[in-house]
Antibody
Framework: EVHLVESGGGLVQPGGSLRLSCAGS????????MTWVRQAPGKGLEWVSV???????RYADSVKGRFTISRDNAKNTLFLQMNSLRVEDTGVYYC????????????WGQGTQVTVSS | QSVLTQPPSASGTPGQSVAISCSGS????????LYWYQQFPGTAPKLLIC???QRPSGVPERMSASKSGTSGSLAISGLRSEDEADYYC???????????FGGGTKLTVL
């Protein structure tokens, strides 16, 4: 069974940094469109960043210049480096294959909680 | 403000049918496949419908969906209490170069 497992979330003060990881199991992250999606408390799903099959990266305007997406093919792991964190970045962060690109093989992780608070 | 437009809420009684709409534009639903996800509180979204109308393995036949032009619809027949959840539509957006989501529809089974 395919798994995506996120880690690295936690409590951080405004202005701080966190690095999220998403490890693939029985699934090769390399060559796939991989996306970070977040969900603020009580809110809907929001696209954060995507890395395409050729490692091109795109970001939502709300995180541009502060977040960096990358992947380590040798470790089969996707990353999200988050700097200059704001209170409004608080939420659950999910890594996904796609989404909405791979038919019934769109995969999601279980999510990792990020809380930005003083 | 979400790129795809869904009604914030829907409701029905057990056994009834309900439909949830999703409206977008030519750069997303109009040129790419529409997907639907189901989410229960505290859990990750679960794929309900892929590629406009296909049900992944394990999704009951009473869940169906369609797409026409720049909009789509999710239909749930024979409502059950366990269908009470949030439902999201998702499509890739060619102009954005990433996925766009609906704001979510909270389904209540009365």
């Amino acid at each position: 069974e395919v798994h995506l497992v996120e880690s690295g979330g936690g409590l951080v003060q405004p202005g701080g940094s966190l690095r999220l990881s998403c490890a693939g199991s029985r699934f090769d992250i390399i060559g796939n469109y991989m996306t970070w999606v977040r969900q603020a408390p009580g809110k809907g799903l929001e696209w954060v960043s995507v890395i395409d099959s050729r490692d091109g990266a795109r970001y939502a305007d709300s995180v541009k210049g502060r977040f960096t997406i990358s992947r380590d093919n040798a470790k089969n792991t996707l990353f999200l480096q988050m700097n200059s964190l704001r209170v409004e970045d608080t939420g659950v962060y999910y890594c996904t294959r796609g989404p909405a690109l791979y038919g019934d093989r769109d995969f999601w992780g279980q999510g990792t909680q990020v809380t930005v608070s003083s | 403000q979400s790129v795809l437009t869904q009604p914030p809420s829907a409701s029905g009684t057990p056994g009834q049918s309900v439909a949830i709409s999703c409206s977008g534009s030519s750069s997303n639903i109009g040129s790419n496949n529409l997907y639907w996800y189901q989410q229960f509180p505290g859990t990750a979204p679960k794929l309900l419908i892929c590629t406009n109308s296909q049900r992944p393995s394990g999704v009951p036949e009473r869940m169906s969906a369609s797409k026409s032009g720049t909009s789509g619809s999710l239909a749930i027949s024979g409502l059950r209490s366990e269908d009470e959840a949030d439902y999201y539509c998702v499509a890739w957006d060619d102009r954005l170069g990433g996925p766009v989501f609906g704001g979510g529809t909270k389904l209540t089974v009365l």
